[in-house]
Each structure stands twice: as structure tokens, then as C-alpha cells.
């Protein structure tokens, strides 16, 4: 989360093509692996203006070109993943190629915590998850001023968990599987039209997709009574790009960067319930819901303009703009984003920064505060809808000491309009056949303060960074139009990295994280809706009608975990082999998944002005932490040649 944004809100960039989800068994892993990448470029503020599309960060990714010269890789088989990186010429000098291959058994480790605890049932758990993935990258080079370049990448992810129980008459089976992937592929044609003037032009494809299935059932012993109940909802992104982009460099002191892009976009949202159960209890057979399960086509044309000037030693600026006008359900909405930053020395060792920023961003990521399974869904603005706006002003110092360490200090302000969110009482779960029915318009905004003291020379390297920061939402009709906290909003921030080389045979390594836990809104009491008087009704099916006080009332609990781990090297006759022992969540700190309620105590009813039942209402519950990684230990062994 980047200075008070969702995770909608930053840019991911593998080779200039959007990557949506950027993380593997839910944050476990990234899906970029660090075999296969040249260099990684964070911009959280003071954005280029060859960027747009996103409110709070770009990170732009390179993959490695391919040795033209000799074959060369990196193995690597371990008791959590494997994976393979080679990279080398196809015609010596000429075409070169880089491929790596990954693959997790992450599930002998992964057990759910705390699902059952203390509740009076014999059940049995199974979980499965893992992930592949694979990246590819092919280099030609045509004559000095022409290149040629093919990317690509696809991973896929899946998470299983099920449970089954028996209570008194009753056997009762649930299972919830998610699954989410990213195919990209990209082609760019490099050409250098004379010693001042070069061209990238680029042809890109796009392929998200997440979708979650929960289904639960329940039988009765020695009869043929049964209840089904199946929640499917997905998330899919199409996109098709064509862009060119310039690099102008008039005289030494500056360099102008220019270009377009067209974007071809598919969205298709979705969320179906179907509920089956025996005729004989009432209840209706098929009960099918959709929330927004229209496909829809929407049309992007971006175009830009930067420059940055060296104007002194001291001074250095980067202004430009960014347009962009997007079309969807025959609605056009143009948006001028001016950008500029400033950077000025006032020694060899220190210089202060200026910058500001507007961004625009055309897609939401729709999602629910309840306590309970990620059901987010990537929609896109609509007619209905204006485009998200953010401006951002950022101020801040940075001074190096001659050991190596710096120290740098930012803070920032951040506004946002036309920001969605749930109405009072709708989710995903409501009937309705469109989600902008089910939303509301709204503002937000973000401040706060970042630290980083970072050491890069010598045996002994890391970090320590601290963000305190604030995120706050405010929309008409939701919480009496009175500011609450995003869902995002993390006030503590840390992260402390340490490294050390021994010598050429050991080094080793630890990483702590800490975050305040996000914020979500409770329920205060829960009702069923009451059965139909003179008719046999399980009290246990009956579908929850919930009362809360306020949005996001509750904090999860915060958010924190060791990493440890030590590399022992060995040079060989044709490489290097390696050995790493490593402990994630060395305290085996159970961080929150999933948080729901355990309802219990005694119950009574609600009755209408005839004394006919309305409501049923729970008294008593406490809530349930499910937490996915404990403390995971790790052996591989890497062979680098």
C-alpha cells in the first residue's frame, strides 16, 4: 500500500506491459522473479509523465536481455519451489534468449490456524495451493541502429481449502478455491533514427484473470435432506496495446521524452449465487444472483510530453504532461495531468526535493470491508462513473554520509475525487444484475511522513524505513457522510533489512515487517431472517441479516514477521553451488487471513405487531482468525553457471 492507495492504485510494468496481480499464494511470493530481471525502477511520487494510469506508484521492470555470448544460468531445487533460469545466444552475437521456469509445493507446509478452535465438532481439513510460472525473453539485434525484442510471461496460481464436519445429525462440508493468473506477451522494435533522435515502438497483450468459487453443503444422517449453496465470482482484463515512444536529446543538458499509446480494453466482472435445496424445507430451488456480469469495452488513447533540464550543478527539474481520454459505453472523458519535479544541491552530500503530480485512472478495484474471503473485482469506470483523480505534493531531503549510509526524509500530501465504494448495506452477495447500482461516489485523502536510512557499501548493507501515514474516505451517503478510515489506511509502517558478508563462502540475512492491520467493518449484532410460521425450518440456514455501526469500525490485527536465512557458497570447476537454509515467519506470528464470527450463546426472537417471528438474533460469538503461514522452513540447493 503506497502512500495511502489500494493495490489498485500502483502500476506494475514487466517490460512496459501491465501486470494486475502482482503476487503469487497470496503475497507469499512475487510473480517477478529475480533471475530473470535486469533492473526495477519505484516511483511513488514526482511521476514521470510518460506514466499514467494509476494513483499511487508505477514500479517499472526490465527483464535481462540474454547473454549473446555464451550459455549461462542458474538452478535451483529446494523444499518450497524450484526453478530454472538459462540465458544465452541462439546465432552468437546476433540473437540471444532467457527463459526461467518456476514451481511451488508450497502445501506440505501450508495449514490453516484457529478455523475450528474450541468448537465441539470432529472435522477434517485438507488444503492445496501452489503456482507456476514462467518468463521469456528473445533478443535480436538487426544492425547497430535496429533491435528487436519478444517478451513474455504467464503464472497461475490456485489455493484449495476444505473442511468437513459432523454436528449432532448433521455433516456439513465447505470449501473455498481461488485461482488467479497473468499472461502478458510483448513485442518492441528498437530504432535509433540518427544521434540525437530514438524510437521504441511497441505492440503489447494482457491476459488477468481471478476467480473464486465457495461452495457449502449440507446432509442430514438417515435422510435425503441436503442443502448446497455456491458463490462464484471472477475478475477478467483484456488488454491489447499498440505505442511508440521517442527519446530526443537536443544538447547534453537535456532530454525530451514524447510518445503515444492506444489501449484496448475487456472487462468482464462477475458475481453468480446458486442455491439449491429440498422442496420439502421451503426454500427456493435455484436462486441465482449477478452483480455486473456484463462484459465491457472501453478504449484508452494516452499521449505525452517530458523534459528534463539540467539547469545548473545545483538544479535539476523534470516537467511535463500527460493526456489521456477514455472511451467507454459511448461516453469520452479527457484528462490533463501536468506533472513536475525538482531536485536542488545544497552540498555534495545533501539536496532537498520537490514535487507534484496529478494522476488519472480509468479501473476500480471494487471491494468489500466485510471480514471474510477476498472478493475484489476489477471494474472499469463507466458513464456513470468519472474517471479517479489524485494530487499529490511531496517535499523532502536527502543527505549521504562518506560510509556509505543515507538518510532520507519525505512528506507528502495526497487528495483523491471520484473514488467508489459499496452503498450503506449493499455487497456482492445482494440481488441486483449491475455493480454501479451498488455504489457510491466519494472523495478521500492521504498524508504522512517516510524515513529511510539505508547503508549500500561494505559487508554489512540494509535498511531501516518507517511510514507513518493516514488515509481517510468520504462519500454522501455512506457512514452519515462522516470521514472514516480507508480500508488501506495503515498509520505504522516498518521495515528493517539486514545483510552480511562474511566472506566469499557465507553470507547472511534478516528482514522484519511490521504494519498496523487493515481496517474493516464489524458487524455489532447478527438476525435470521424468520422462518414462515407452521413451516419445519433449520434455524442453522437461514441467511444472516447483519447491524453495524459505522464503516471500517474495526482494526484486523496488525501485521508482522521475521525472515532469516544464511547462503553457503562454493566455488566449483563449471559454477558456483550454493546452499541456503532459511526460516520465514521465524516466530511462526499468526497473521490474519481471514476474520470471521463464531456465533454462540442463546438466541430470541423478533415479532411483527401479530406475533409472527421476523427476525432471529444471536447474543453471544466471538470472533475466528484463520492464519495461512506459520513458521515455513527452508533447504534448496542452486547451482550457478
Known amino acids: 500500500y503506497v502512500r495511502g492507495g489500494g493495490p489498485d492504485q500502483n502500476l506494475y510494468l514487466l517490460d512496459g506491459v501491465p501486470v494486475y496481480n502482482p503476487s503469487h499464494v497470496l503475497g507469499f511470493m512475487s510473480v517477478f522473479n529475480n533471475d530473470a530481471l535486469k533492473s526495477v525502477k519505484l516511483y511513488k511520487g514526482g511521476f514521470p509523465a510518460r506514466y499514467g494510469g494509476r494513483l499511487s506508484s508505477v514500479v517499472d521492470i526490465q527483464m535481462k536481455d540474454g547473454n549473446m555470448n555464451e550459455i549461462k544460468g542458474n538452478f535451483s531445487i529446494g523444499l518450497i519451489s524450484s526453478k530454472l533460469q538459462l540465458e544465452g545466444p541462439i546465432i552468437k552475437n546476433k540473437t540471444s534468449f532467457m527463459l526461467s521456469v518456476r514451481r511451488t509445493y508450497l502445501d506440505v507446509f501450508l495449514v490453516p490456524y484457529d478455523f475450528f478452535r474450541n468448537m465441539n465438532v470432529a472435522e477434517k481439513k485438507n488444503t492445496s495451493i501452489f503456482f507456476h510460472d514462467f518468463n521469456l525473453k528473445v533478443n535480436h539485434i538487426f544492425n547497430e541502429k535496429s533491435r528487436l525484442y519478444l517478451s513474455a510471461y504467464n503464472g497461475k496460481d490456485q489455493l484449495k481449502l476444505t473442511n468437513e464436519w459432523q454436528n449432532n ?21 528498437n530504432y535509433l533514427i540518427n544521434n540525437k533522435l530514438f524510437c521504441n515502438t511497441t505492440l503489447t497483450y494482457t491476459n488477468f484473470h481471478f476467480e473464486t468459487d465457495i461452495f457449502y453443503k449440507q446432509t442430514k444422517n438417515d435422510s435425503d435432506w441436503k ?30 521524452k514524447f510518445g503515444s499509446a492506444y489501449v484496448h480494453h475487456y472487462f468482464s466482472p462477475g458475481v453468480t449465487r446458486i442455491k439449491n435445496a429440498n422442496p420439502e424445507y421451503s426454500l ?8 455486473g456480469n456484463r462484459s465491457i469495452v472501453a478504449r484508452e488513447l494516452a499521449t505525452y510530453f517530458e523534459d528534463e533540464i539540467t539547469i545548473s550543478k545545483q538544479l535539476k527539474i523534470n516537467t511535463g504532461i500527460h493526456v489521456s481520454l477514455f472511451n467507454v459505453d459511448g461516453q469520452n472523458f479527457w484528462r490533463l495531468q501536468p506533472r513536475f519535479s525538482a531536485r536542488y544541491k545544497i552540498s555534495g552530500n545533501t539536496s532537498v526535493k520537490a514535487s507534484y503530480s496529478r494522476m488519472a485512472q480509468h ?42 549510509i543515507t538518510v532520507t526524509i519525505e512528506g507528502f500530501y495526497k487528495s483523491m475525487q471520484n473514488l467508489i465504494d459499496y452503498r450503506e448495506g449493499a455487497t456482492f452477495m445482494q440481488k441486483g444484475t449491475e ?8 472523495k478521500g485523502w492521504s498524508y504522512g511522513a517516510e524515513f529511510l536510512l539505508e547503508k549500500t557499501i561494505g559487508k554489512s548493507t540494509g535498511w531501516i524505513g518507517y511510514t507513518w501515514s493516514k488515509s481517510e474516505r468520504q462519500f454522501p451517503n455512506i457512514n452519515f457522510d462522516k470521514e472514516f478510515p480507508a480500508k488501506y489506511d495503515r498509520r505504522h509502517d516498518v521495515s528493517i533489512s539486514f545483510t552480511h558478508q562474511f566472506n566469499d563462502k557465507l553470507d547472511i540475512g534478516s528482514t522484519w515487517v511490521y504494519g498496523t492491520g487493515n481496517a474493516v467493518t464489524m458487524a455489532l449484532s447478527s438476525y435470521k431472517a424468520a422462518p414462515i410460521p407452521g413451516v419445519a425450518y433449520n434455524n442453522d440456514i437461514l441467511w444472516p441479516i447483519q447491524n453495524y455501526k459505522s464503516k471500517n469500525n474495526y482494526r484486523m490485527p496488525s501485521y508482522h514477521r521475521l525472515d532469516v536465512g544464511a547462503n553457503f557458497h562454493k566455488k566449483k570447476k563449471h559454477g558456483t553451488r550454493t546452499w541456503s537454509l532459511s526460516l520465514y515467519n521465524a516466530y511462526s506470528r499468526l497473521n490474519p487471513f481471514m476474520i470471521t464470527w463464531e456465533t454462540s450463546g442463546s438466541s430470541f426472537v423478533l415479532e411483527d405487531e401479530n406475533g409472527n417471528p421476523i427476525a432471529y438474533r444471536r447474543t453471544g460469538g466471538r470472533l475466528k482468525q484463520i492464519s495461512l503461514f506459520p513458521i515455513i522452513p527452508s533447504v534448496s540447493y542452486s547451482f550457478k553457471f
Open 169 to 189: 445429525n448433521f455433516i456439513s462440508k465447505d470449501q473455498t478455491a481461488l485461482g488467479w493468473g497473468n499472461a502478458i506477451a510483448s513485442l518492441r522494435w
Open 227 to 256: 442443502y448446497e449453496e455456491i458463490f462464484q465470482y471472477h475478475s477478467g482484463i483484456k488488454d491489447y496495446t499498440a505505442k511508440v515512444d521517442f527519446d530526443y536529446l537536443p544538447n547534453p543538458k537535456n532530454t525530451i
Open 284 to 291: 427456493t430451488d435455484i436462486d441465482t444472483l449477478i452483480m
Open 363 to 404: 479501473l476500480h478495484l471494487l471491494t468489500t470491508s466485510g471480514i471474510n474471503f477476498p472478493t475484489d473485482l476489477w471494474v472499469p469506470i463507466t458513464k456513470n462513473f468519472a474517471p479517479p483523480i489524485s494530487d499529490q505534493f511531496a517535499v523532502g531531503g536527502v543527505h549521504s554520509m562518506h560510509n556509505g
Open 435 to 442: 455493480w454501479e447500482n451498488k455504489v457510491e461516489l466519494g
